[in-house]
Structures are given as C-alpha cells and as structure tokens.
C-alpha cells in the first residue's frame, strides 16, 4: 500500500466515528464485526481477566484483544494461513487451496 501522505499526517485518525490507522507501505486486514457479534460470555470473561489492571490500561488491554498490526512478512504469512485454514477447521474442504472463496484457492490458479 503506498501513500502519498507526507510523514506527519500518518498514525491514527477518527472524525468521532470509526476510527482508523493510516501506516503508510504497513500491510493491514480489516475485520467487520456487529456491535452484538463478540459473544457476551467471552466479552465478561476479559472483564473479569482484567478487573485488576489500572482503569487507564483496560480498553488498551482491550482492544490488543481484537486488533492486530502485520508487523511483518512473517507475521503477514503466519495470519494469512490462519485464515486460509479457517473452511479446513470449519470441515468445509480439506485443504485451504480447495476452498473456492479463499486467498489459497486464487493463488493455486
């Protein structure tokens, strides 16, 4: 992803909604959740896992729970191929390059 935003308009953004990361040539995903799509037991486990951390600290400790940077090439093919195999683990297909709606079937052709 290339940019033509000088270095300083980089970084994080919001117009009150929506908030959003502008990292230039950093490689990112997007995951579209429901307000109402993280299940209620697990959101009041993490609660109650973090009751003891400073109030500063918790929505931080939060979110590093649900959003995730590619820090790398490394790390890109790690998440890559975590999702790829999601139809596997799901017992749709028995290899991610046979699920037709994914990444590793488009690589495959």
Avoid at 36 to 44: E, F, Q, R, S
Avoid at 93 to 106: H, I, K, L, N, V
Wanted: glycine letters at 6%; aromatic letters at 12%.
């Amino acid at each position: 992803m290339k940019t033509n935003l000088p270095q300083s308009q980089l970084g994080w953004h919001s117009r009150g909604y929506l908030p959003h990361f502008d990292g230039g040539e950093l490689a990112q995903f997007i995951t579209f959740r429901l307000h109402d799509a993280l299940p209620g037991p697990v959101l009041v486990r993490w609660k109650e896992e973090l009751k003891h951390e400073k109030p500063g600290e918790v929505e931080a400790l939060m979110r590093r729970r649900v959003d995730r940077y590619i820090r790398n090439a490394r790390h890109f093919a790690k998440v890559s191929a975590y999702i790829e195999n999601n139809p596997v683990r799901a017992r749709l297909c028995e290899r991610p390059e046979d699920w037709r709606f994914g990444s590793a079937w488009f690589r495959k052709q």
